[in-house]
């Protein structure tokens, strides 16, 4: 074997979410075109150990790790530490936290390599410098090293023009492990269309990944590659992955009514109209996910939005018309220098858009500074810190927020403390666990006691707030509970 590229499976509130790995079946794809020879890993925690074992023994010039800002750097850490123990093969790391923390991740003694921003055209120059002593690593664009105990890291090459050059490399997993059931269908796949966003909310990623730039594969190809699983494979439903599949709105139409498969996909709240709802209801759309992010227009206005809480509140009413469409909203507190005031604003509006939408729940999560992000240097200026370790960058996680919150001046040990509770207990409220079970008589009680906590601010005694996200854990964890609990 060549080359073992790693991705370590993140979680979620505790519970670990085995994403497709779509980065690492973009790399195998490019790779194995320059005549290599791969071998993806997509693994749990748990398997650490014994992934390690046959990493070392198949012997490969090099080993890449796709990880993410968050648990993954720890996890990914452990598992790079474990092979530099046992062997001497260099290892790589790519994908989102060497992008955005290029000279941290350097700095890690097990850490031979980073690729910052996209890998296809970057990793085949590094394996053909490795393997041929093609290419001086000096010219290598977007590559990061060490020299002479010095550490170096080049400018980053132009974003890559033609998505359709590269491909998801389906033969490099079993696609099995990744068709799941999702809504009323039984065969759903994740898919990517486009990367990046033109967009500029103040605490994205995407702003210095991507540039604020958004490119597109083909529609041919994506029908194409659609087509082509659903004869192979039998897919029946989709979940597009884009960061926003709707820039282009013709080209989204036309994908989806070409693919004809009911999907989910992440749209601006702005992007909805009267009859771009009515549009996607009939195109079989399941579920949209919709960052509303706050209920206050000065925040809106802070963190780059482009709309107003007024407008949230317009759109969710037309997508009430099509109550079919579940709508998955995301909002943020704890934003720097946010007061409790426009916190509270943020619940309300959720109370509200609860009462207009028969089929919306919401995800509320603690802001998190990304580097490269506009609210990253105020936080900084606020006193953040960059987590000084590995193990330090499993607190660095939105929906636990077990981090040191430092540019909020009110807020005291109490207080983040409540606003933990908060992110739970709109859940709860929401009954965000399982489709049509979360208006079971179960949930009254929950919903009782989140809607008074939600309204008047209550965080003290948070027993059932407790209780209910330990309930929540038990039922992700068990598949078939789950699926009974959704008939």
Known sequence: MDICLVNIAGTFRGVEERVLPLGLLYLSDALKKAGYSVKVFHISESDIEQTVKEIVDSKPFLVGFSVITGVAVKTSANMSKKIKELSDIPILWGGVHSSLCPKETLEYDFVDYIIVGEGEETVVQLAEHLTKGKNSIRDIGGVGYKENGKMH?????????????YKLDWSAIDIEDYIKPQFSAKRGIVFVTSRGCPFNCGFCYNREFNYNRWRAHSVEYVVKELNRLKKEHKINAVMYYDDNFFVDKKRALEILRRVNLPFWADIRIDSIDEDFARKLAELKCQQLFIG?????????????????????????????????IRIKAAAI??????TKKQIKDTLRLVTRLYRIHPNIDFNLGMYLPYPGSSLYKEALSLGFELPNNPERWADYDIAEAKFKITWLDWAKKKDINALRNLQKCVSNYTGALAGKWRNTPIMWPFKFFAYLRIRFFIMSFPIDIYFFHSFQKIIRQNKILLGLLRR
């Open 153 to 165: 890291i080049n400018e980053r090459p132009e974003l890559i023009k033609n998505l359709d050059d």
């Open 333 to 338: 507190v704890g934003f720097p220098k946010e």
């Open 292 to 324: 509303i992010e706050s209920g206050n227009d000065k925040m809106l206005k802070k963190i780059g939005k482009g709309f107003k809480v007024k407008d949230t509140i317009e759109k969710i009413r037309i997508l009430s018309k099509y109550p079919q």
